[in-house]
């Protein structure tokens, strides 16, 4: 082999190549890349500063996947565009008290909201005064009905009296009664309040009137019974105020006195031999076994003070009527008061009930009697036994 031609070879070799080994490379002036660098479509690294990676939100239901970065790195900026919609599948924000992220909602008066915003009250902290609104008209007034049963029954607490306004064109009688218990009721006397003054104290009426009633046990209630015909409506107002007191009006007309010895210008309850003080007392030693009809004293009157005692386990009852005994049908007549006669601790035992009415009274229009029986209906008729009520005391006048 010619070594001369060898030379030629690689001169021209020499020639042709080291002119591009020599060159420079156009690949390093790009910046150099990292492991899963983005690159735009000239080859040039995304997400620096030179050349930002843009990311404009679209529509619903694209998936988006974090990009892994490298210690030091350049963060990527992202521009939203307008209109992205963000779901939030939890929240953070606090539940139950109110909270400046939460505000309560309110409900109104007699229905409270799911939220209740409430006074806390600390040990020596001022006391917030609440008022008792001075006329109240109760929920539902005014009450009306064209049958035997309750018209209304009011929860008293907190006030002093009740005026109730009795209205309509009826032949009925309504009752007034007070109890404690909402089980035990006893008959409450009001009065008519009129320009004329106070008058007529009673706890039933049979036409239309206002009357005033001062807050005696928890409950009152208005019911009708004896009901024959027309509309019985009533409205009461419960008042703050006590039960007013009225001064004795005098009209221009004649001022009628009973027949008989009277005595003007003397001092009530003053009295003498003959005059004061109670005038009838029926007594009752025993009971029989029956209903025990009574007639205490015929024509008006006014009953005072009642003592009975229960020598049973069995309650009964004093059922007193506005009538002569001979017009008194036990179970179908009306009573106009009755008293509870509890039952005594134990057979053979003793519990005694004293019915004081003070100087009022209860006043009676046509006569005065009583029964005695078991049950509290005004219908019921059930004879005690013997002996069951003993040391019966009835004081009219």
Same mark, same amino acid.
């Given at each position: 082999m ?5 030379g030629r070879?690689? /001169? =021209? &070799?020499?020639a042709?190549?080291?002119?591009l080994? =020599?060159a420079?490379d156009?690949a390093?002036?790009?910046?150099p890349m990292?492991t899963n660098q983005i690159?735009d479509g000239?080859?040039v690294?995304m997400g ?12 619903s239901g694209g998936?988006v996947?974090?990009n892994?970065g490298?210690a030091?790195? /350049? ?7 307008? @209109?992205?919609t963000?779901?939030v599948s939890?929240s953070?924000?606090?539940t ?5 992220a939460?505000?309560?909602?309110f @409900?109104a ?8 915003v409430s006074? *806390?009250?600390?040990l ?5 005064n609440?008022a008792? *609104? ?10 009306s009905?064209s ?8 929860d008293t607490?907190?006030y *002093?009296?009740i005026?109730?306004?009795l209205?309509?064109t009826?032949?009925a ?5 007070s109890?404690?218990?909402?089980t035990?009721w ?5 009065? %008519?309040?009129g320009s004329?003054g ?5 706890? %039933?009426?049979?036409? !239309?009137?206002?009357r005033?009633?001062p807050?005696?046990g928890?409950f009152?209630r208005a ?5 024959t ?6 409205t009461?107002? &419960?008042?703050?105020?006590?039960n ?7 009209? @221009?007309g004649? %001022?009628?006195?009973n027949a008989?010895?009277n #005595?003007?210008g003397?001092?009530f309850?003053? #009295?003498?031999?003959a005059?004061g003080?109670?005038?009838t007392?029926a007594? &009752?030693?025993?009971s029989a076994?029956s209903?025990n009809?009574?007639q205490?004293?015929s024509g %008006?009157?006014?009953?005072y003070?009642?003592?009975a005692c229960?020598?049973?386990t #069995?309650?009964a ?12 049908t036990?179970?179908t007549? /009306?009573p106009?008061? #009755?008293?509870?006669?509890p039952a005594a601790?134990?057979?053979?035992? &003793? ?6 009415? !003070?100087?009022?009274g209860?006043s009676?229009?046509?006569g005065i ?5 078991t049950g509290?209906a005004?219908?019921?008729?059930t004879?005690?036994a013997a ?5 019966v005391s009835?004081?009219? *006048?």
């Amino acid at each position: 082999m010619n070594l001369g031609h060898r030379g030629r070879v690689g /001169a =021209l &070799l020499a020639a042709v190549l080291l002119p591009l080994l =020599l060159a420079p490379d156009l690949a390093s002036a790009r910046p150099p890349m990292e492991t899963n660098q983005i690159v735009d479509g000239n080859g040039v690294p995304m997400g620096t500063a030179e050349n930002p990676l843009n990311v404009v939100g679209g529509g619903s239901g694209g998936t988006v996947t974090a990009n892994q970065g490298t210690a030091g790195s /350049a963060p990527w900026p992202v521009t939203w565009g307008s @209109g992205l919609t963000v779901g939030v599948s939890s929240s953070v924000l606090p539940t139950g008290a109110a909270t400046a992220a939460k505000q309560p909602a309110f @409900g109104a008066a007699g229905s409270p909201a799911s939220d209740v915003v409430s006074i *806390q009250g600390v040990l020596g902290g001022t006391p917030q005064n609440v008022a008792v *609104q001075d006329a109240l008209i109760p929920v539902g007034s005014p009450f009306s009905g064209s049958a035997v049963g309750t018209l209304y029954t009011l929860d008293t607490t907190g006030y *002093q009296s009740i005026a109730n306004a009795l209205t309509g064109t009826f032949s009925a009688s309504v009752t007034y009664e007070s109890s404690n218990d909402g089980t035990n009721w006893a008959i409450q006397v009001g009065n %008519i309040i009129g320009s004329a003054g106070a008058s007529s104290p009673a706890g %039933i009426d049979s036409t !239309a009137v206002t009357r005033v009633f001062p807050v005696t046990g928890r409950f009152f209630r208005a019911r009708i019974s004896a009901y024959t015909s027309g509309a019985v409506t009533a409205t009461p107002v &419960l008042r703050s105020a006590p039960n007013p007191t009225q001064g004795v009006f005098v009209g @221009g007309g004649a %001022i009628g006195l009973n027949a008989g010895t009277n #005595t003007v210008g003397g001092t009530f309850g003053a #009295t003498s031999a003959a005059t004061g003080g109670v005038a009838t007392i029926a007594r &009752l030693p025993s009971s029989a076994n029956s209903a025990n009809l009574t007639q205490v004293k015929s024509g %008006i009157g006014r009953l005072y003070k009642v003592v009975a005692c229960n020598t049973t386990t #069995t309650h009964a009852r004093i059922k007193f009527y506005n009538a002569l005994s001979a017009n008194v049908t036990v179970g179908t007549t /009306a009573p106009f008061l #009755t008293r509870p006669l509890p039952a005594a601790p134990a057979a053979g035992g &003793l519990n005694c009930s004293t019915f004081d009415m !003070a100087d009022i009274g209860w006043s009676f229009s046509t006569g005065i009697s009583f029964a005695l029986v078991t049950g509290a209906a005004d219908n019921d008729a059930t004879a005690v036994a013997a002996g069951a009520i003993t040391d019966v005391s009835v004081e009219v *006048q």
